[in-house]
């Protein structure tokens, strides 16, 4: 079985300060593993996704994440946040076999301030 | 726009009742996944189909089922609705049987007094 744990339910950064979103997996398998984001009142838009090859991965709006086999983390960063970037981010994993299960985390709540 | 389209937007209904929400995939998709959103559960995989076949299921109550057309949309019915029902259900899609990039449309907000 495979799960994902987001450390932090809210985070605030001020606009241009660097965003961390922490996310530690579980998983019996190898994992693919993936940051959503969610604006308010809006579906999810899939951020960045691994998939076993690169383990920086850089995905849309200037968002990246690392995998850490060692530490069975795939934290979400950017260097400069925007007013934009204010939405509730899901770090999600599915194990191989079980590609279409999606299994979410509880997501995090980024608000950026002035 | 990730091009997936669910309808309706909202729906307020009953306890007791029963609901039809529909799915159309992304041009080109064959699969199509049910998920539901509620504040107690979070985000939780409902059921799969391709092709028109089922292929997965996850959390799904007895009282819901889903099915996919020839068309390739899909519909989910939920019946004897509960107040825990309410929630947001999004459909997501994808080209592949199984692929784990699947593309959200915007959600059918029920709500169930």
């Known amino acids: 079985a495979q799960s994902v744990t987001q450390l932090d339910s809210h985070v605030s950064v001020s606009e241009g300060t660097p965003v961390l979103l922490r996310c530690n997996y579980s998983?019996?398998?190898?994992?693919?593993l993936f940051w959503y984001v969610q604006h308010p009142n809006k579906g999810l838009q899939l951020l960045l996704k691994y998939t076993s090859a690169a383990t920086l991965v850089k995905g849309i709006n200037g968002f990246e994440a690392e995998f850490k086999k060692s530490e069975t983390s795939f934290h979400l960063t950017k260097p400069s946040a925007h007013m934009s970037d204010a939405a509730e981010y899901f770090c999600?994993?599915?194990?191989?076999?079980?590609?279409?299960?999606?299994?979410f985390g509880t997501g995090t709540r980024l608000q950026v301030t002035l | 726009d990730s091009g997936v389209t669910q309808t309706p937007k909202h729906l307020i209904t009953a306890t007791g009742q029963r609901v039809t929400l529909r799915c159309s995939p992304r041009s080109g998709d064959l699969s199509v996944y049910w998920y539901q959103q509620s504040l107690d559960q979070g985000l939780q995989f409902l059921i799969q189909y391709y092709n028109g076949e089922e292929r997965a299921k996850g959390n799904i109550l007895e009282r819901f089922s889903a099915q996919q057309f020839p068309d390739l949309h899909s519909e989910l019915n939920l019946s004897s609705l509960e107040l825990g029902d309410s929630a947001l259900y999004f459909c997501a899609s994808s080209v592949r049987q199984g692929s784990s990039e699947q593309y959200f449309g915007p959600g059918t907000r029920l709500t169930v007094t």
């Open positions: 998983s019996s398998y190898s994992p693919s």
């Open positions: 999600v994993v599915s194990a191989a076999g079980t590609a279409s299960k999606l299994t």
